[in-house]
């Protein structure tokens, strides 16, 4: 059984910083995408930065220029480096990961690790 774990999160001052890491468990044949998401109280999921087993990444609008993702995603460890924290960036952060053996998508989450972005 795959296992995601999340580490790295806490309660920072705004404008600073603060590296997730993720690490998982179980199979890694046929990794695709590795990626955070995150989700404030009352707010949907969403999609934070994508890193794809190709190397290319992807940010939300909302964290370019302060947050990067990176990784060995073959070994299905990544890791989100967040700095100039905001309190709008106070959420839990998950990580994703996608698989695809034999045309089937396996997608796998962590248990989530709480960042507060608070003075």
């Known amino acids: 059984q795959v296992q995601l774990v999340e580490s790295g999160g806490g309660l920072v001052q705004p404008g600073g910083s603060l590296r997730l890491s993720c690490a998982a468990s179980g199979s890694t044949l046929g990794i695709t995408v590795m990626d955070w998401y995150r989700q404030a109280p009352g707010n949907e999921r969403e999609l934070v930065a994508v890193?794809?087993?190709?190397?290319?990444?992807n940010y939300a609008d909302s964290v370019k220029g302060r947050f990067t993702i990176s990784g060995d995603i073959a070994k299905s460890t990544v890791y989100l480096q967040m700095t100039s924290l905001k309190p709008e960036d106070t959420a839990v952060y998950y990580c994703?990961?996608?698989?695809?053996?034999?045309?089937?998508?396996?997608?796998?989450w962590g248990q989530g690790t709480q960042v507060t972005v608070s003075s």
């Open positions: 994703h990961r996608e698989r695809v053996v034999a045309g089937v998508t396996y997608e796998s």
């Open positions: 890193i794809t087993i190709g190397g290319s990444t």
